[in-house]
């Protein structure tokens, strides 16, 4: 931490870990000290009061997620941190491009595996990993998709280690959520904190419902001069609920749950007051299983049965598509690097965290032998749950990991410990660092587009390193910088 931003707040300590705002970066310009005066000028009291008066706006735009596991607190707001996080143009340029380039290979990926598998063929993946995968879906087998894209939507999870550098922590190529907070933040700060933005040039972030209901039509089958996209809901009690509302409003879509939907002919048509209407494109919330009970749960009461016939006949288009869960498995995700090479010839721009795969012997031992100094996480969990942190797990906790890797050593995988970086944070202390993540979000039809920031996730709790929302994490405005700025500071 340098003197200036020790001057302003000499309680501060980032410790050793790389800070988002009081780090040196001589292109973020003099955007993090007025950022860091601002913050000193309003005062502690009254950053408190106006970040509570922006929690209860969350409240009253019904900006929640619910949590199935506490029977306590169903709905709950996100928390939001009032200090944003700054990226600078050229930090930008790099993850832009790393992201356009993983969800390039993954789509290339995706399209040979249901297709001839040469990845498998010539040894760059495990057959069983792609086969023999959960999410591996054979009725995608030699279904050819418009433009090869199975992930229209992507979220890739990128942390920044202690030395600065980003590195790929996860790919959610299924349904991946929180964008909607990603635009709610920087509305919630433009209303609440409007002194703090003056005058600085920020790339905007209202643009992506727009994007996104292009890219849905680009992959529309037919020559529809306007075709009729919907998004598909599982309905009020899906725990992104309030995305889909969002996302639907700023689409200018029509939000809809399986029992709006009917198939006849192998076409789908969506019900309304005036009778049937024909749908050619859905962005889909809903997870594979539930999507037609007549392909996949019999049980389920939240598809449409015959959606995948219409689909398979070409006559509606489906985002993402089926069996893109292969994609963001966390073992498949240890091959990226490799998957990277082998589809584009290239290195990745950005490198994934060294990982572990258990299901390899030379992984379950090396694994099995440093428990204590690794992060250990079941392959087919997601939102923080089953993780166990090594270093600061206790004996009995790491024996329990121990016997239950050993016991399914397929489902597991492990990890260095990275130090998160950290960004400063208002907490009951005052403002003190808190580790964070980012997920940018990818849209893509014939091309891909990335949205100029993406969403911080932020550890409230003081130490810890688990930033996801079901787990007690917030979240902070991202600001990526319109202007570059030389070593001087000068745009």
């Known amino acids: 931490m340098n003197e200036i931003f020790h001057d302003l707040w000499p309680e501060y300590d980032?410790?050793?870990?790389?800070?988002?705002?009081?780090?040196?970066?001589?292109?973020?310009?003099?955007?993090?000290?007025?950022?860091?005066?601002?913050?000193?000028?309003?005062?502690?009291?009254?950053?408190?009061?106006?970040?509570?008066?922006?929690?209860?706006?969350?409240?009253?735009?019904?900006?929640?997620?619910?949590?199935?596991?506490?029977?306590?607190?169903?709905?709950?707001?996100?928390?939001?941190?009032c200090i944003p996080r700054v990226l600078t143009a050229s930090e930008w340029d790099l993850l832009e491009r790393a992201c356009v380039q993983r969800v390039k290979a993954l789509n290339l990926f995706l399209g040979d595996i249901y297709g001839k598998g040469h990845v498998v063929k010539d040894g760059v993946i495990p057959a069983e990993l792609v086969y023999g995968n959960a999410n591996y879906r054979p009725e995608m087998k030699d279904f050819p998709v418009p433009h090869g894209t199975y992930v229209h939507v992507c979220g890739i999870d990128i942390i920044r280690d202690e030395k600065g550098d980003f590195r790929v922590l996860e790919d959610n190529a299924r349904t991946p959520s929180g964008v909607s907070y990603v635009i709610e933040n920087r509305h919630l700060m433009l209303r609440t904190f409007p002194d703090l933005m003056a005058g600085i040039k920020l790339r905007p972030v209202d643009d992506y419902g727009r994007r996104l209901r292009a890219a849905m039509a680009e992959v529309a089958p037919g020559e529809h001069e306007d075709p009729q996209v919907v998004l598909l809901s599982p309905g009020i009690y899906n725990s992104a609920y309030f995305e889909h509302v969002f996302l639907a409003r700023e689409m200018g879509v029509p939000l809809v749950v399986g029992a709006d939907l009917v198939v006849e002919n192998k076409r789908v048509f969506m019900r309304t007051t005036t009778g049937l209407k024909p749908v050619h494109a859905i962005y889909r919330r809903l997870n594979d299983d539930f999507l037609d009970p007549d392909v996949f749960r019999p049980d389920s009461m939240l598809g449409v049965p015959g959606l995948i016939g219409a689909w398979k006949a070409g006559n509606v288009a489906i985002?993402?598509?089926?069996?893109?869960?292969?994609?963001?498995?966390?073992?498949?995700?240890?091959?990226?690097?490799?998957?990277?090479?082998?589809?584009?010839?290239?290195?990745?721009?950005?490198?994934?965290?060294?990982?572990?795969?258990?299901?390899?012997?030379?992984?379950?031992?090396?694994?099995?032998?440093?428990?204590?100094?690794?992060?250990?996480?079941?392959?087919?969990?997601?939102?923080?749950?089953?993780?166990?942190?090594?270093?600061?797990?206790?004996?009995?906790?790491?024996?329990?990991?121990?016997?239950?890797?050993?016991?399914?050593?397929?489902?597991?995988?492990?990890?260095?410990?990275?130090?998160l970086s950290v960004g400063p944070t208002l907490a009951e202390d005052g403002i003190g660092p808190r580790h964070l993540d980012l997920r940018p979000f990818i849209i893509t039809g014939r091309d891909s587009w990335v949205l100029p920031g993406g969403l911080s996730r932020v550890a409230m709790k003081k130490g810890s390193l688990i930033v996801n929302s079901s787990q007690g994490g917030g979240s902070k405005d991202t600001w990526v910088l319109a202007e570059h700025f030389g070593q001087g500071g000068k745009p």
Not at 60 to 75: E, N, R
Not at 338 to 346: D, Q
């Open 319 to 419: 985002a993402n598509a089926v069996g893109t869960g292969v994609a963001d498995d966390k073992a498949v995700y240890a091959y990226m690097p490799r998957i990277i090479k082998y589809y584009l010839g290239e290195e990745p721009l950005i490198h994934n965290v060294e990982t572990h795969i258990c299901r390899e012997e030379e992984g379950l031992k090396y694994t099995l032998e440093n428990l204590d100094k690794l992060v250990t996480k079941p392959v087919g969990e997601s939102g923080g749950y089953g993780i166990t942190i090594g270093p600061r797990a206790s004996k009995e906790e790491l024996e329990t990991v121990r016997e239950t890797i050993m016991a399914n050593p397929d489902n597991w995988i492990s990890q260095p410990m990275i130090g």
């Open 14 to 81: 980032p410790g050793r870990f790389f800070c988002e705002l009081t780090t040196t970066r001589p292109e973020a310009g003099p955007v993090p000290q007025k950022l860091a005066e601002r913050l000193q000028g309003i005062g502690l009291e009254a950053l408190r009061a106006r970040a509570s008066a922006a929690e209860t706006d969350l409240i009253d735009l019904g900006v929640t997620f619910t949590v199935y596991s506490d029977a306590s607190a169903i709905d709950r707001i996100l928390p939001f941190d």
